[in-house]
């Protein structure tokens, strides 16, 4: 009798420790391995160079992804230099141009069309990731500041 009780005490302990371990929530259940890491590494410097070549408004890149950033051929880097000015820490955030509370993704259409008269693009493209990472890359010392101008 004795024994079947410290039994369904021990099991009880046992389901507790489970639900208590399996329960917390985590993001990376295993370490990356340094292989993996500099593959994740590769994959956005790809993109960052592809981003750098589109916003310095390359002909074969803007042609290769069936963009038209600008009819006055001004480039982005023309006016933000090093992404300067882009703020992407700031977003989302209220701003004036939009009318109201946007993504970074919103004040590069913005741009595109306003500033560099161009046609906007798909905010889900090939593009405006490889641009967003640019942008990101360049700012990359900068302390997230959401909402702030
Ligand atoms: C002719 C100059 C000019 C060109 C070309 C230009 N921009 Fe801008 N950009 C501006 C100005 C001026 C602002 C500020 C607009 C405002 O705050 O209302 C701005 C704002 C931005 C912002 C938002 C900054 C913020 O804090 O809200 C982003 C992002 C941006 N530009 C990205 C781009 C990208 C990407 C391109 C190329 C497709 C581009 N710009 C081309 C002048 C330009």
Known sequence: MKFAR???I?????LA???ITSSRAL???GKHTPEQLKAFEDVFMEQVK???QIFHG????LKKFKVNLSRT?????????????THPYQFPKFQGSLGGFGTLRDMVNWCIENSAEGERIDPNSDA???VEAYIHWSNRAAKLDPGRH
């Open 128 to 130: 405006m990731k490889a």
């Open 27 to 29: 993001a990376h259940k």
């Open 58 to 61: 390359d002909d074969a890149t």
């Open 17 to 19: 420790l489970f639900v």
């Open 6 to 8: 410290y039994g369904v």
């Open 73 to 85: 051929g001004m480039a982005c880097a023309m006016c933000h230099p090093f992404a300067a000015d």
């Open 10 to 14: 021990a099991a009880g302990a046992l």
């Open 50 to 52: 592809i981003g750098d």
